[in-house]
Every structure is written in structure tokens, then in C-alpha cells.
């Protein structure tokens, strides 16, 4: 009977005997058991921590699985008595060839990974990347979506967002608004402080603290240069702005105060 079983498991196709199939699906079984426990254990860490980013935890999950697989398929490889060395050479060129075809989409990739990490900016932050403004709609693994005030959808490749200047008008709460004006000489400077102060405490949305600041920046040929620096919360910024504009327009006229225009004064001999 021994006997028997011994030639049957001796069976098989050139170096392939039914033994040894038989001992591979009894590998690729345990493996298979192995990585559902170690996936499952992955799973429930990246769903526990609160530190990373949804997106990394699905592309971790991915890259764990494939890793895995990789490592079943050299293990099973190895039991049915395949040159496993043959087989990592292969993979590693594989890899590699893939690696250079697609070289801007991993560029891309990491990119997005280092910025979910590092987190420079977030969904519904008003950024300016590159000269490119609008509100992050979405910061994916390839791409950083943003919406512009003109209603347009600008994709960024990550890639030119982790390696350009990044100013994030969204992360402190109040932000400076700087105006400059500029009055006629004929003005005196105290009354021409008083109209641009009127209208700063006409606008309520200017917050007091820090205080306004309204002085003499500069001499032009036909005016006098005033720079004018309010705070603001960071969602009133561009209320403050136009609005800023139009009071001092009025509080000019209501303080006697002249607007500048340029002008040549000609002096006859």
C-alpha cells in the first residue's frame, strides 16, 4: 500500500511529480492563509491611525498586497523545485522597464505621497501654486485639483506642486490687507490720515488689533504715497479690499481731500 501511495506521488511530468504539486497547493494554501491575516492586520492599523491620510492608506494596502503576492509566488516556485534566482532576475527587470515607461506617473506618485504627508496645504485651503490660484478641491495621488474664483478646474501634477513655492492663504486665520494710496500735495498729510482711518472704521469686518497703520510710503512727481495695512479674517480678505477702495473714495471727498492725478506744471518766464 505504501508502495503504492509512493508511485502515485512519484507520477508526474518531467521534473514536475504529483508530490510536488501536491506539496505547492499545500504552500500556496498556507501563504494564502498568511497574507489574509497579515493584510487584515494592516488594514485594521492604517484604519486605527488618525495621523495618515486615507489615500496613502489605500496605495499601502495595495503595495502590501502585491508585495506579498510576490513573495507567495517565489516561495511556491521555490517547493515545486524552479530556479527562484531566475525568477527574482526576471521580476527585477520587469520592474525596472516599468519603472522607466512610467517614470513621470511615479514621479507623480511620490509626489502625491510627500504631500499628504507633509500636508502644505488641505481641501478647501486658497492656495497659489505657481502663479496658479484657487481653492484645493482635491489632493490625489497623481494630481492636486483646484477651483479658481472664475469657476475653472486647474489640475496641478503633484510633481510641479511638491517642487514649486507654495503659498497657503488659508492656514492662519487673519490675514493683512495692504492698499496704497495717494493724495495731492495741496492735501496736508493729517487730514488725508483722518478720511483713510474714517473709512477703516466704517468697515466693521476690519478687526482693531493690530492696529490699522496708515503712513507716508513715498514722493511721486504728481502725488503723495500712502501706505495703508488693515488685519482682517482670512474669509473677509477681499470684502475688505473693494470695499476699502470705495470708502476711501468717499472719505476723501467728505475731509476735502484731493485724489491725485498726473500732471505738468509749466512755469512761464
Not at 19 to 28: K, S, V, Y
Not at 162 to 179: C, G, I, M
Amino acid at each position: 500500500m505504501l508502495e503504492t501511495i509512493q508511485n502515485i506521488l512519484g507520477f508526474g511530468v518531467g521534473e514536475f511529480t504529483l508530490g510536488g504539486i501536491l506539496n505547492a497547493i499545500i504552500i500556496l494554501v498556507i501563504c494564502v492563509l498568511v497574507m489574509r491575516i497579515l493584510n487584515s492586520l494592516i488594514g485594521k492599523m492604517l484604519d486605527k491611525s488618525t495621523k495618515i491620510d486615507k489615500t496613502i492608506c489605500g496605495f499601502i494596502k495595495t503595495a502590501a498586497r502585491i508585495l506579498l503576492w510576490a513573495l507567495a509566488i517565489i516561495i511556491v516556485c521555490d517547493s515545486l523545485g524552479i530556479s527562484t534566482t531566475s525568477l527574482v532576475a526576471l521580476l527585477s527587470v520587469v520592474t525596472l522597464a516599468l519603472s522607466l515607461s512610467v517614470q513621470n506617473i511615479m514621479s507623480n506618485l511620490f509626489s502625491g505621497i510627500t504631500l499628504l504627508i507633509t500636508k502644505p496645504f488641505g481641501v478647501g485651503d486658497y492656495v497659489d501654486i505657481s502663479g496658479k490660484c484657487g481653492t484645493v478641491k482635491s489632493v490625489g495621488l497623481f494630481y492636486t485639483v483646484l477651483d479658481t474664483v472664475d469657476n475653472t478646474v486647474v489640475s496641478i501634477p503633484n510633481s510641479d506642486a511638491t517642487s514649486a513655492s507654495v503659498l497657503n492663504y488659508s492656514r492662519e486665520p487673519k490675514r493683512r490687507v495692504d492698499l496704497k494710496v495717494c493724495a495731492s500735495y495741496d492735501s496736508a498729510t493729517e487730514d488725508v490720515k483722518a478720511a483713510v482711518l474714517d473709512a477703516i472704521n466704517q468697515d466693521p469686518k476690519i478687526l482693531r488689533d493690530p492696529e490699522p497703520f496708515v503712513k507716508i510710503s513715498g514722493y511721486n512727481a504728481s502725488d503723495i504715497e500712502y501706505t495703508v495695512r488693515v488685519w482682517c479674517n482670512g474669509a473677509d480678505y477681499w470684502d475688505v479690499y473693494f470695499n476699502l477702495h470705495e470708502k476711501v473714495r468717499e472719505t476723501f471727498a467728505e475731509h476735502g481731500v484731493q485724489m491725485a492725478y498726473n500732471q505738468i506744471d509749466v512755469h512761464m518766464k
